[in-house]
T-cell receptor
Framework: DAKTTQPTSMDCAEGRAANLPCNHS???????VYWYRQIHSQGPQYIIH???NNETNEMASLIITEDRKSSTLILPHATLRDTAVYYC???????????FGSGTRLQVQP | GAVVSQHPSWVICKSGTSVKIECRSLDFQATTMFWYRQFPKQSLMLMATSNEGSKATYEQGVEKDKFLINHASLTLSTLTVTSAHPEDSSFYICSAGGHIKNIQYFGAGTRLSVL
């Protein structure tokens, strides 16, 4: 799996967009970029994933750079319930176990 | 999205007793499920891969005789912590899926406290 690097923590004001970066400079051509989050004392929750194109769903948008070496997860209007640890994971398939790094602890401030 | 149910969500037990945790895929069949463990302020660590109808595959350093895994059906995997000790206190989480849009779904987790 691709090695990913994320900032340890970030703050965001409630109602503003939260932009969470992830560096995956060694990602291979067949590896997707997955984003999961873990709210305190809960199991991880799938957010979004993509290969080359930008993706959007009801939870977030995923922007992947053209060279695929980095990506940004965007929560368009952060709420207090978005406070969580966000994990960026590079994998060629979703059928294997996920390898979790340290992630980014996002704190949404009122 | 697909749902993975985990039970119990919280258990307290005495040292030396065994605890069984269930992981069910509610609306899909899962030939493979994964068990993770998470200690406070740490990330999730894979313990083992549960394979329906065959033996589980354990990660290095995880004792297979202590953490018994049974995957007897396509919708149920169980993790039994045998002769639990205080150092086994942790947050245990299962996952399944992957065949649906390449997405793994996670259970809500089980917090085990061994006294």
């Amino acid at each position: 799996d691709a090695k990913t690097t994320q900032p340890t923590s970030m703050d965001c004001a409630e109602g503003r967009a939260a932009n969470l970066p992830c560096n995956h400079s060694t990602i291979s051509g067949n590896e997707y970029v997955y984003w999961y989050r873990q709210i305190h004392s809960q199991g991880p929750q799938y957010i979004i994933h993509g290969l080359k194109n930008n993706e959007t769903n009801e939870m977030a948008s995923l922007i992947i750079t053209e060279d695929r070496k980095s990506s940004t997860l965007i929560l368009p209007h952060a709420t207090l319930r978005d406070t969580a640890v966000y994990y960026c994971i590079g994998m060629d398939t979703g059928r294997r176990a996920l390898t979790f790094g340290s992630g980014t602890r996002l704190q949404v401030q009122p | 999205g697909a749902v993975v149910s985990q039970h119990p969500s919280w258990v307290i037990c005495k040292s030396g007793t065994s605890v069984k945790i269930e992981c069910r895929s509610l609306d899909f069949q899962a030939t493979t499920m994964f068990w993770y463990r998470q200690f406070p302020k740490q990330s999730l660590m894979l313990m083992a891969t549960s394979n329906e109808g065959s033996k589980a595959t354990y990660e290095q350093g995880v004792e297979k005789d202590k953490f018994l895994i049974n995957h007897a059906s396509l919708t149920l995997s169980t993790l039994t912590v045998t002769s639990a000790h205080p150092e086994d206190s942790s947050f245990y989480i299962c996952s399944a899926g992957g065949h649906i849009k390449n997405i793994q779904y996670f259970g809500a987790g089980t917090r085990l406290s061994v006294l």
